[in-house]
Every structure is written in structure tokens, then in C-alpha cells.
């Protein structure tokens, strides 16, 4: 008889049990997913935009592109170790230094996109602002960021008129989406960051399937006082 009490006990007892996992597991996804989660304000992208849709045009902005990603990399790996006050390897900037290292610096930007654009034998105007845009979906090796509004370092040249390029500057995953081989990608400054909070998304970008990143966008009001 005791016996069969208590399995009548287990049974009556047994959804109350199922339905303390099911919260308990659908809890832990959402701690698990927060824990994961990126916002529109973690990420700074890089906005490049040709004259015009002409071949010479489009090729310049492109050339424009790959050297003025090789300089700002290289410019914010000299101030992450300046700042770091230790060996390169080990050197980082994060976000809000490398806004303020933009903001500091968008006259010398600017002049060093002219000088390319001047190299490359044209007189066009060249400007470049840091703020808000929005952005189109975009795919960078296998992860794809939804469109929406973002902070970006934006560099004109000419009349703007021509297609533009867009990356991800911070973290550095700019040279995911450009020609260069994996290897000259693998710098100090993008090593230093990628090991940290964002070291998910270098692993999604080099993975085989696809992997559309979940973000909880923020208005980026902040900025408007910048």
C-alpha cells in the first residue's frame, strides 16, 4: 500500500516537476542569450563613398579603403600600446578609446584619404565624420549584421555620388571583407580585441554556415551632444 502511495504521489507531482524544468531551462536560455548579446553601440563601421559609379571612380575608393584601414589599424596599434605601456602582443584599445582616438584624429584621417586620393592622380575633395548611419544588411565572411542605425567613421570622396563600401572597424573585422589573405589580417590589434568579448563573432565570421548576429539596437542619442 505504501508503495503504491507514493507513485501516486510521483504522479501527481510529476507535471509540477516538468514544468520546473521547462522554466528552469527557458531561464537559462535567456541568461545564456543576454550574456551573448550585442547592441547597435557596441561596434564601430567604416563607411567609404566613391565620387561616382565609373570604374576609375569605384577603383579609387576601394584603393582608398584598403590603405586607410592598413593606416588607422596601424595608428590605433601605436595608441593601444602606447596606452598599454607593455609589449604589443598583449597591447588593445576598446570601444570607447577608439572613439576617442577617432574623434582626436578625424583632421588627420581626413588629410591622409586625401593624400592616397591625391597619390592615385585626382584633386577630389575628401571629407570624413564620425556618427550615425544607418547601414544596410551586411555580410562579412559568415556573419551577416542586420541593417539598422550605427556609429561610423565616414569617409566622402568627391561628390559622393558613386556605391559605397561598408566593415565593421571596431571590433577589427574590417579585413574580413576585403582581398587580403587570412594571414595579413592576423595583426596585433585584431588579435588583442578578438580575444576577448568578441572573440565569438571571429569564430562565427570563419565559420562554414552563415550566422545572422541578434542585436538590440539603441537609439545612439549620445551622440547628438558629441
Not at 195 to 204: N, R, T
Request: aromatic share 10%; with cysteine.
Amino acid at each position: 500500500m505504501e508503495k503504491k502511495y507514493h507513485m501516486e504521489k510521483i504522479k501527481r507531482l510529476l507535471p509540477f516537476f516538468l514544468a520546473a524544468a521547462v522554466i528552469f531551462a527557458f531561464t537559462a536560455g535567456i541568461i545564456h542569450q543576454y550574456r551573448n548579446t550585442f547592441t547597435n553601440e557596441d561596434f564601430i563601421r567604416f563607411h567609404v563613398v566613391a565620387n561616382s559609379d565609373s570604374d576609375e571612380d569605384q577603383n579609387l575608393k576601394l584603393t582608398v579603403r584598403d590603405r586607410l584601414l592598413d593606416f588607422i589599424n596601424g595608428e590605433l596599434a601605436e595608441e593601444a600600446a602606447r596606452l598599454s605601456g607593455e609589449e604589443e602582443k598583449t597591447a588593445a584599445l576598446g570601444i570607447e578609446q577608439t572613439r576617442e582616438f577617432l574623434v582626436k584624429h578625424i583632421g588627420k584621417i581626413r588629410q591622409e584619404a586625401a593624400r592616397i586620393v591625391g597619390e592615385q592622380g585626382y584633386d577630389y575633395p575628401v571629407s570624413a565624420e564620425l556618427g550615425v548611419r544607418f547601414i544596410p544588411e551586411k555580410t562579412y565572411g559568415s556573419l551577416e549584421f542586420p541593417a539598422g542605425n550605427y556609429e561610423a567613421l565616414t569617409v566622402t570622396i568627391g561628390s559622393g555620388e558613386g556605391k559605397n563600401w561598408w566593415c565593421v572597424l571596431y571590433p577589427p573585422l574590417c579585413l574580413i571583407d576585403t582581398e587580403k589573405k587570412e594571414e595579413d589580417a592576423d595583426d596585433v590589434l585584431r588579435d588583442a580585441v578578438m580575444q576577448g568579448k568578441y572573440s565569438e563573432l571571429a569564430e562565427a565570421a570563419h565559420g562554414e554556415k552563415t550566422t545572422v548576429l541578434r542585436l538590440r539596437f539603441k537609439t545612439l542619442e549620445w551622440l547628438s551632444s558629441k
